[in-house]
């Protein structure tokens, strides 16, 4: 007999074949209920979500869970504004990625195609909740969604209103799913069957897990340990901007700085300038034994360059190249996001290619890796993976292609034995029956 949570990824995968079907205005109509619906039930999820706060204070959940697990009049506004820009995006299901002519009367169409049943497992932040949902209606997939047991009524309130509303608006009931227990992801992992992929986003302990047991294709979301690296020619006034935006603007997200390298050519006069401002900010510093010469820092050594803070501390290190700043990079980092300061073209080049990350800034802050930054609409995750998607994950990697062949009564045998002859001609034509 089926389990619970086979049964739900039953259901998800019969609705996520009827989803797959569905036109972008169809699918955009939906979200604009969506978005309406969050809007009408504004009181209900802010009050869903205190009980969740109240809770997970009492369970002396840390400071940076705890800010991740809000979701207030401002979280619901951002997820509202994020719909409305996936709204007006390009339906990323049936576009035309390549046409070859094979033969007179014999053409070959690739077109992209939903995956099918993604599960994803996020944190604490329900809002990653609404952000994941949507981002796999407007792709036409159907999801398995597991938050964290500390946003546990925030998901379920949420989840109910996005069902809900998509129904309303004609898609199919089932395409979205909430899981509630570890047991339930462990479960879900047994079910390659059903579900086409998983996300994980957590440590990378956690995405170890995952990808050790199972079958299904996981597209990693690990930790954060993202670097500004200050070179010895950049604007002082510039790097402290960059360097603080990194590590303050949000300090509990996976795209927050956690490292800085300084050149020591630099380290003189930048390193002042921008403890000052962290200071004032409340961020403990932590330096490697150069930059405890010049500024007041605690001790930091091998464990806090490994180390995702997601909190307001920063590890400093002063290094004596670009190389040694690379090298640190690509030793320490998760190959998240990893930033340049400098006015030398040529030292960002070689750190832009050099990197080993799924994002690589010149002269800008960390915090701009994101899918609503880059015009993506928004993000199931962001993907140190080297296959499939890489980077902030928006609509363009949750879709994959299949190949649709038009024949007139052709047959394998008329080329197999020399009657007729491949033409493999590009064509410049959108599929179309």
């Known amino acids: 007999m089926a389990t619970a949570i086979e049964q739900s990824a039953g259901a998800a995968r019969s609705a996520g074949l009827k989803l797959a ?39 002396n959940l840390a400071e940076s869970l705890l800010k991740r697990l809000k979701f207030d009049s401002k979280k619901l506004q951002d997820v509202c504004d994020g719909i409305d820009s996936l709204i007006n995006l390009d339906d990323p299901v049936g576009k035309t990625l390549d046409a070859t002519e094979l033969d007179d009367g014999l053409e070959l169409y690739k077109v992209s195609c939903p995956l099918g049943v993604i599960g994803i497992i996020f944190e604490s932040r329900p809002d990653a909740l609404v952000q994941i949902s949507t981002l796999c209606l407007k792709s036409g997939n159907a999801v398995l969604l597991k938050g964290g047991s500390e946003a546990i009524n925030t998901n379920k309130i949420l989840a109910e209103i996005i069902l809900q509303a998509s129904v ?69 006034d510039m790097a402290v901007k960059i360097a603080v935006d990194s590590k303050t603007q949000y300090v509990a997200v996976c795209n927050a700085a956690e490292t800085l390298l300084v050149h020591k050519d630099i380290a003189g006069k930048f390193l002042p300038a921008v403890a000052k401002v962290l200071s004032e900010k409340g961020v403990e510093l932590r330096g490697c034994k150069k930059t405890r010469k010049i500024i007041k820092a605690a001790a930091a050594g091998e464990t806090d360059w490994r180390t995702e803070y997601l909190d307001s501390i920063i590890s ?17 980092g998760s190959h998240h996001t990893d930033a340049i300061v400098c006015t030398d073209s040529k030292a960002a080049a070689k750190f832009m290619e050099m990197v080993d990350s799924a994002d690589v800034f010149w002269n800008a802050s960390t915090r701009f890796s994101d899918g609503y930054r880059f015009g993506l609409g928004a993000e199931v995750g962001i993907s140190t993976n080297k296959i499939h998607a890489r980077g902030p994950v928006g609509l363009e990697g949750l879709v994959i292609y299949k ?8 047959t394998v045998a008329e080329y197999a034995d020399g009657r007729k002859k491949f033409k493999h001609k590009k064509l410049n034509k959108t599929f179309n029956i």
């Open 168 to 236: 309303d608006a004609g898609m199919p009931a089932g395409w979205i799913q909430l899981l509630e227990t570890r047991q339930d992801v462990a479960e879900m992992l047994k079910l390659d069957k059903y579900v086409d992929l998983i996300i994980p986003r957590g440590s990378n302990e956690f995405v170890r897990h995952i990808m050790d047991n199972t079958n299904i294709a996981v597209l990693g979301h690990a930790d954060g340990i993202c670097h500004v690296y200050v070179h010895s020619d950049a604007q002082i």
């Open 403 to 410: 190949w649709k062949l038009i024949g007139s009564g052709q």
């Open 21 to 59: 079907a569905m036109t972008a205005k169809a699918k955009n109509s939906a979200l604009i209920q969506i978005r309406d619906s969050l809007k009408a039930n504004a009181e209900k999820i802010i009050s869903a979500n205190q009980a969740d706060i109240a809770h997970a204070r009492q369970e």
């Open 316 to 332: 400093i290190r002063v290094v004596d190249s670009l190389d040694e700043a690379i090298d640190h990079i690509n030793e320490y």
